[in-house]
T-cell receptor
Framework: NAGVMQNPRHLVRRRGQEARLRCSPM?????VYWYRQLPEEGLKFMVY????????ESGMPKERFSAEFPKEGPSILRIQQVVRGDSAAYFC?????????????FGPGTRLTVT | SQQGEEDPQALSIQEGENATMNCSYK?????LQWYRQNSGRGLVHLIL?????REKHSGRLRVTLDTSKKSSSLLITASRAADTASYFC?????????????FGKGTLLTVNP
């Protein structure tokens, strides 16, 4: 059973470009979470999605950031018009329905560098 | 300050020694979890302790939870060089957002061979 997959693992974007980060949850998991880790910091919650629904996006910056988890395909975290401050590691995690309050399984992360 | 503050920020020990890391938090919690992150990698779940539990063991790991002091400790016994990593505590609140992990800044553990 493959774990949580994220791609790309490393992404370099110039200021003003768009960044698209993909996350495929573990098989059988219908809940996806995105977290951001700034250098020397712990992870910060961004958004919680179920298939076709955004449940909680309270951790997302109000502008330029969006997330989706379509019926088919991976979850996408999209950052428009990137700025240097967006440089960070972005982690996706997933859990099955019955374990929402418990362990989340993390992917390897996408390290975004904005030049 | 931040929920889930770990201390120390960094800890360096010799192989075979025990390592203790502490975590404090501010809210009422459903559970507290410890994760390990090797440099440049994703997080690996180590252990979960529920709010009604006081101590839990898993292999060389021992976790305690004191809800009256809002604190937890992670003890790694007989450490190995492979234990070198950052360790994070994370809490799940007992309120409505029972899915949101709130992480501390972590303790960087270095185990010297």
């Amino acid at each position: 059973n493959a774990g949580v997959m994220q791609n790309p693992r490393h992404l370099v974007r110039r200021r003003g470009q768009e960044a698209r980060l993909r996350c495929s949850p573990m098989k059988g998991h219908s809940h996806v979470y995105w977290y951001r880790q700034l250098p020397e910091e712990g992870l910060k919650f961004m958004v919680y999605l179920q298939k076709e629904n955004i449940i909680d996006e309270s951790g997302m910056p109000k502008e330029r950031f969006s997330a989706e988890f379509p019926k088919e395909g991976p979850s996408i975290l999209r950052i428009q018009q990137v700025v240097r401050g967006d440089s960070a590691a972005y982690f996706c995690a997933s859990s099955p329905q019955w374990a929402v309050s418990y362990e989340q399984y993390f992917g390897p992360g996408t390290r975004l560098t904005v030049t | 300050s931040q929920q889930g503050e770990e201390d120390p920020q960094a800890l360096s020990i010799q192989e075979g020694e025990n390592a203790t890391m502490n975590c404090s938090y501010k809210t009422s919690i459903n559970n507290l979890q410890w994760y390990r992150q090797n440099s440049g990698r994703g997080l690996v779940h180590l252990i979960l302790i529920r709010s009604n539990e006081r101590e839990k063991h898993s292999g060389r790991l021992r976790v305690t939870l004191d809800t009256s002091k809002k604190s937890s400790s992670l003890l790694i016994t007989a450490s190995r060089a492979a234990d070198t990593a950052s360790y994070f505590c994370a809490t799940i609140d007992s309120g409505g957002s029972n899915y949101k992990l709130t992480f501390g800044k972590g303790t960087l553990l270095t185990v010297n061979p």
